[in-house]
């Protein structure tokens, strides 16, 4: 990561796409308590955080797949719906808001949507419940077609706000966000306080690094 890149200056954009799990909101433990749970529920060893972290922001598939090496489809799809009730039924208890998110996205110019691997109808119902609704124009998340790394969701985003790739932002946190802005020609903004490690969302040459999310708007 070149260190000179931490942004002073980040140029006003006319839209703004943003990743919600450890970019918005800081909710690992409750993802990932979530995932433990039906991990034990199912007869699988113990897993360390870090890897069960390693995880959020990509589609929970992936996981299960590398637990569960012999689960077909339809026994993926089962251990997922029962990560997502089991993930409703924490309350949230353990997410907060990250400092600075509120008051950015209320300061920010622009049109904003999320570009999440959540479902919108539970993306909505999570910013709603942190009072972040009122800041976005659109909410988007990964409804039936493929989750980030690939750019679906960033193009449906783009196609629901009738935006052109160069007019927008891309802020996420992790490589799977830096990467499907990269396929989407949108241009990039890593944030270094959430769950992707630096090195990795490198690899995808980031246009700008923030430590903080009002770095945006000030």
């Known amino acids: 990561m070149r260190r000179d890149a931490i942004a002073g200056v980040v140029p006003a954009y006319p839209v703004y796409l943003f990743d919600v799990d450890g970019t918005l909101l ?18 699988a060893p113990p897993q360390p955080y870090e890897f069960l972290k390693s995880y959020v922001g990509l589609h929970l598939n992936a996981l299960f797949g590398e637990v569960f090496p012999d689960a077909g489809p339809e026994r993926l799809e089962e251990l997922l719906q ?3 009730t089991t993930y409703w039924g924490r309350g949230h208890a353990a997410t907060t808001v990250f400092p600075g998110v509120a008051e ?4 920010l110019g622009g049109r904003k ?4 691997t959540k479902g919108t109808p539970t993306t909505r119902l999570v910013l709603e419940k942190f009072g972040l609704i009122r800041h976005f124009d659109h909410v988007q998340g990964t409804d039936g077609f493929p989750s980030k790394p690939a750019p679906d969701v960033i193009q449906a985003a783009l196609a629901a ?12 946190d992790s490589p799977a966000d830096m990467e499907a ?3 989407a020609g949108v241009k990039t903004c890593a944030v270094l306080y959430g769950y992707g490690q630096p090195e990795a969302m490198a ?4 246009d700008y690094w923030i430590e903080d999310l009002r770095a ?3």
Do not use: H, K, W
């Open 203 to 206: 690899r995808f040459e980031p």
């Open 82 to 84: 029962e990560y997502r």
């Open 181 to 183: 802005g990269r396929a």
């Open 113 to 116: 949507s999320t570009a999440t």
């Open 161 to 172: 706000l009738g935006a052109r790739p160069e007019e927008c932002l891309m802020v996420g």
């Open 26 to 43: 800081d909710s690992a433990a409750d993802i990932c308590g979530a995932i433990a749970q039906v991990l034990e529920r199912n007869g």
């Open 104 to 107: 950015a996205l209320g300061s």
């Open 216 to 218: 945006l708007a000030g």
